[in-house]
């Protein structure tokens, strides 16, 4: 009996010891996760984020590739306020060298600047050998925004869109490569967007006057950016149309044009290249779909 009842207290500590240490109670549970929380992502932002990193790969690809035969490129961006252009320089220079990279977003001209031939304040920004250098707005300030602000005057925009073409053709054939990209949003997605800007205070410095009066003189812009892809539409310079009420979608399918038409060392295949064709337009295409609406100015492409 006293055998018996002697393995059967053993017993019952062995239990005790192996619950207390193996077995965790609903409060250590509780204080393990207490600095967890649950996030719900929908599947299109996980397939977003997937697609822009490995997107981003290939960017550091042809980077290396720029820098090791020394290449040159300028890339553009245009477009209406809000419309998409400063997140998608974000997202193509966010991993990259910023040695090798360079992002020019100048402000209005100064007293001294205002006396030079209009493109030397920009040559200063082109690139040197190994270099990518992308404009946050360009010398195309003189073919919208000047004009319609009454920043410059009809002369001075007249020849503008007439030397513009040259200008960048002796780009080109010195070797640099230009990208022109023009991000078209619509005017019901750029009034939401300004909303957006006027409510959060970390985007309210976005806003400036000439953003706030940019819904009233929307028909305005529209004319302007007839006249620009227009007269400045050329087979060795084109323009590259970028749909942008969505930004995500722009943002990934503007890289992709980008690299699509790069050779580079270790590319991935074209066809996870090919940009979608309802975003990417080309500068020939928007002539003629602008062209339908002239008489319909509200529903004008943006």
Partial sequence: MTE???KSTTSKKIAGSNSSKNIPSENSTIKKNQNRVSVLVKKKTLKYKETLHKLQIELLKLQNHVKTKGLRIVML???????????TIKRITEYINPRGARVVALEKPSDRERTQWYFQRYTAHLPMEGEIVLFDRSWYNRAMVEPVMGFCNDEQNK????????????IVKEGIILFKFYFSVTKKEQLKRFKSRQDDPLKQYKISPVDLQAQELWNHYSIRKFEMVTETNRTLTPWTI???????????NCIKHILYNLDYKEKISKTELKPDPNIIISGIDEISIMEKYLMDPDNFPG
């Fill in 159 to 170: 020849r503008f869109l007439k030397y513009a073409p040259m200008f960048e053709r002796m």
């Fill in 242 to 252: 970028v749909r942008s009420d969505n930004k995500k979608s722009a943002r990934i």
């Fill in 4 to 6: 018996n009842k002697s």
């Fill in 77 to 87: 961006f245009e477009g209406r306020d809000a419309a998409g252009k400063g997140g």
